[in-house]
């Protein structure tokens, strides 16, 4: 990829991103050198624009940023880094440069588990429950959710909150199987949730 360095006189805005919960963790500064090394160590390295040097993040308090990728904006001219913390990113302690916590919206995981799911699907690998769900048809799938969305009403009604969150998850989990041999994946409900949300809806 081009950077370009130039325009800002060797030095463009990297923007820190954790990789896993997609917080913001920093803002930092890096010229050609820094980039390199970057790239070159696996640990993110920024330029010090005080004592005019590099300084590889954590390099004092064991505190790393582990990369994951790096992509140039549409004017090549900042960067988006994609990393793993090694604990506390700011220097005054805090997960953040903003005082955030880091920690995922559980939501995240359903894309990530709409993903396992569809490699479940593609490579069917053998042992696999989910493949055996894909093996037995969409008629056994459908069944599925139905039994499992049944007993989430029973622990609704007659259960305790553990069991039906466990129920509910069981539910969820097959429902997501079911669109995806549909071709459909969960974020097409949360899309007609969205499409809902709008005070203009009409129910169809």
């Given at each position: 990829?081009?950077?370009?360095?130039?325009?800002?006189?060797?030095?463009?805005?990297?923007?820190?991103?954790?990789?896993?919960?997609?917080?913001?963790?920093?803002?930092?500064y890096m010229n050609r050198e820094a980039y390199e090394k970057t790239i070159q160590t696996g640990r993110v390295t920024f330029y010090s624009r005080s004592r005019k040097c590099l300084w590889?993040?954590?390099?004092?308090?064991?505190?790393?940023?582990?990369?994951?990728?790096?992509?140039?904006?549409?004017?090549?001219?900042?960067?988006?880094?994609?990393?793993?913390?090694c604990g506390p990113t700011c220097h005054k302690g805090t997960d953040t440069c903003w005082g955030e916590a880091n920690e995922a919206n559980p939501l995240l995981f359903l894309t990530t588990l709409q993903d396992f799911i569809e490699k479940r699907h593609e490579e069917m690998p053998e042992g696999s429950y989910t493949t055996s769900l894909f093996k037995d048809g969409i008629n056994r799938m459908a069944q599925k959710v139905g039994e499992e969305a049944l007993e989430a009403v029973i622990e609704a009604v007659n259960g305790s909150n553990e069991r039906l969150i466990y129920e509910g998850a069981d539910m969820l989990y097959h429902l997501t199987v079911l669109l995806t041999s549909k071709g459909l994946r969960i974020e097409d409900l949360?899309?007609?949730?969205?499409?809902?949300?709008?005070?203009?809806?009409?129910?169809?």
């Open positions: 990829m081009e950077i370009d360095f130039d325009k800002s006189g060797g030095l463009v805005p990297a923007i820190i991103q954790d990789a896993t919960t997609m917080k913001v963790l920093m803002l930092g590889t993040k954590g390099e004092t308090s064991g505190n790393y940023l582990e990369l994951v990728s790096i992509a140039p904006d549409c004017d090549n001219d900042t960067l988006l880094v994609m990393a793993h913390p949360a899309k007609e949730l969205q499409v809902r949300h709008d005070p203009n809806w009409h129910k169809h």
